[in-house]
């Protein structure tokens, strides 16, 4: 019997007929269950406040959602591990913003308000440090 490759070359990781279908599909396996519950715990504590997916139902700001991920970004880099309101980390809360505005972009309620594009991207390469 000749081994079934993956369209790279690799072989399938086993012989079951839905693998060669299943391995084409985006892989959540890699992400770490521990992100996923404490983003659903934020998820739910913004379902209390604000209503079951309120971003599908509502036109949204990039903007409103980045800034509220900067803050709970900058307030966990200043050493404070937790959203004081919540309790809940301050990592977990900047997940539960770029979700939201990933998905109020993929279903076309993204009020994408961000400023022109800029040299951001360019620069990031230009000042890369070789090493």
């Not at 998820?43 to 604000?50: D, N, S, V």
């Not at 004081?84 to 980390?89: C, L």
């Given at each position: 019997m000749t081994e079934a490759k993956t369209d790279q070359g690799k072989p399938y990781p086993d012989d079951n007929p839905k693998t060669q279908f299943g391995v084409k599909k985006p892989q959540l396996h890699a992400i770490p269950a521990s992100s996923l519950l404490?983003?659903?715990?934020?998820?739910?504590?913004?379902?209390?406040?604000?209503?079951?997916?309120?971003?599908r139902h509502k036109t949204v700001s990039s903007s409103v959602y980045y800034d509220a991920a900067m803050r709970h970004l900058l307030s966990w880099l200043d050493g404070e591990d937790?959203?004081?309101?919540?309790?809940?980390?301050?990592?977990?809360?900047?997940?539960?913003?770029c979700s939201i505005i990933l998905d109020a972009e993929a279903v076309g309620n993204l009020n994408d308000d961000r400023p022109a594009i800029g040299a951001a991207g360019r620069l990031i390469q230009q000042l890369q440090v070789e090493g």
């Open positions: 404490l983003l659903g715990q934020v998820m739910q504590l913004g379902e209390a406040k604000y209503g079951l997916t309120n971003w937790a959203d004081p309101e919540s309790g809940v980390s301050h990592l977990a809360h900047v997940m539960a913003c």
